[in-house]
T-cell receptor
Framework: DVKVTQSSRYLVKRTGEKVFLECVQDMDHENMFWYRQDPGLGLRLIYFSYDVKMKEKGDIPEGYSVSREKKERFSLILESASTNQTSMYLC?????????????FGQGTRLTVV | GENVEQHPSTLSVQEGDSAVIKCTYSDSASNYFPWYKQELGKRPQLIIDIRSNVGEKKDQRIAVTLNKTAKHFSLHITETQPEDSAVYFCAASWSFGNEKLTFGTGTRLTIIP
């Protein structure tokens, strides 16, 4: 069973803090994604990575950066948290090769910036 | 980049009736179209997907249809049950190999007993 695990379920941070959200997958997937989920806006892609040390901007990368030093781990970094980054953050991974495309999601991190 | 529009945003149907959710996509290069179901407080999970070389796919009470010419695809749920109540997301993927999934804005489906 594929497991995508996010380091925190709930997080409260102060404006201006540097915030790290961690995601680990155990299925040797090539692709990893960070999405942000807000009511009425669906799942918006922040960044994705298709290989170690490779990253591509999604639709809303401003204010975020990512790191993928190991295949199983994909980190989302908020350089200086702001209140408009209060949201649910979802990590996902997918195989990337072999014809299988299903994305598996983590349980989500609800981040509140005060 | 890809843009996926999804309608309606909310849908209520009587138990036992059918539900249809529609999505359109903008990039004709997209070739993979999954549907995800997200129950309250849970993570999204894949329920059905279709590739561009197929027009329709069925799995028990759910089916997906794809019209490549019109660039739209639909989710059909028949004989709806209370456990079908959830938010449903469509998505489209346009990167070959490195599959960047672009999602629609979601449909909240409520089944009325």
């Amino acid at each position: 069973d594929v497991k995508v695990t996010q380091s925190s379920r709930y997080l409260v941070k102060r404006t201006g803090e540097k915030v790290f959200l961690e995601c680990v997958q155990d299925m040797d997937h090539e692709n990893m994604f960070w999405y942000r989920q807000d009511p009425g806006l669906g799942l918006r892609l922040i960044y994705f990575s298709y290989d170690v040390k490779m990253k591509e901007k999604g639709d809303i990368p401003e204010g975020y950066s990512v790191s993928r030093e190991k295949k199983e781990r994909f980190s989302l970094i908020l350089e200086s948290a702001s209140t408009n980054q209060t949201s649910m953050y979802l990590c996902a991974s997918s195989p990337g090769t072999g014809g299988r495309s299903e994305a598996f999601f983590g349980q989500g991190t609800r981040l509140t910036v005060v | 980049g890809e843009n996926v529009e999804q309608h309606p945003s909310t849908l209520s149907v009587q138990e036992g009736d059918s539900a249809v959710i529609k999505c359109t996509y903008s990039d004709s290069a997209s070739n993979y179209f999954p549907w995800y179901k997200q129950e309250l407080g849970k993570r999204p999970q894949l329920i059905i997907d279709i590739r561009s070389n197929v027009g329709e796919k069925k799995d028990q009470r759910i089916a997906v249809t794809l019209n490549k010419t019109a660039k739209h695809f639909s989710l059909h749920i028949t004989e709806t049950q209370p456990e079908d109540s959830a938010v449903y997301f469509c998505a489209a993927s346009w990167s070959f190999g490195n599959e960047k999934l672009t999602f629609g804005t979601g449909t909240r489906l409520t089944i009325i007993p």
